[in-house]
């Protein structure tokens, strides 16, 4: 891929890009999308493009505001060469084990990161690039992520998950992330 090329070339700021929590398109149920028309690839290649520039191991369309069913992942887990993951119209089909407890961050929560119980493993049915269709059974990192972001595709967000007590001592930073989105909307004229 000519990525990197691209990401030499334009100036990414994710600060700007990325739509954070208290923004309506974060809550919006995504559409699926056609994985061969162009718009499906130039929205692939900027997510690639806002991901590699923050330094994040998961991202959904809508977290850039569109609402198509897209997500892509980098496992820290997996070496580089396996690490990149683009996964179009994904569907989790099954997960398995146990709940595990692991401290998850999200990119529209700048700076906020909470203990979120996931199942160890998932299935997930979904298309690549070429319109051909996988599915993948994956447990760790892989599943965490693939889990956290098909959750964004359907307006859930980590924060969802937590305990009513959770949702109780997290209020009070819920609200400061809340505010910081009104001041950057503000700033940015979004
Ligand atoms: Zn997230």
Redesign the pocket.
Known sequence: MSLDGQMAQERINPDRMIRRYGDGCLRLPCQEVDPTKASTTELIQRMWRILEADGGV?L?AP?IGVNSRVVIIRDPEASVAKSRHTLINPEVVETFGPDVPFEEG????PGLFFEVNRPRGVVVNYTDESGHKHQVRNQGMFARIVL??VD?LDGV??SDHLSFLGKLWMAPRLLLQRMGYLFWKLRNGK
Do not use: D
Not at 106 to 109: R, Y
């Open positions: 998961g959904a977290q999200c990119l529209s929560f956290h972001e964004h967000l980590f």
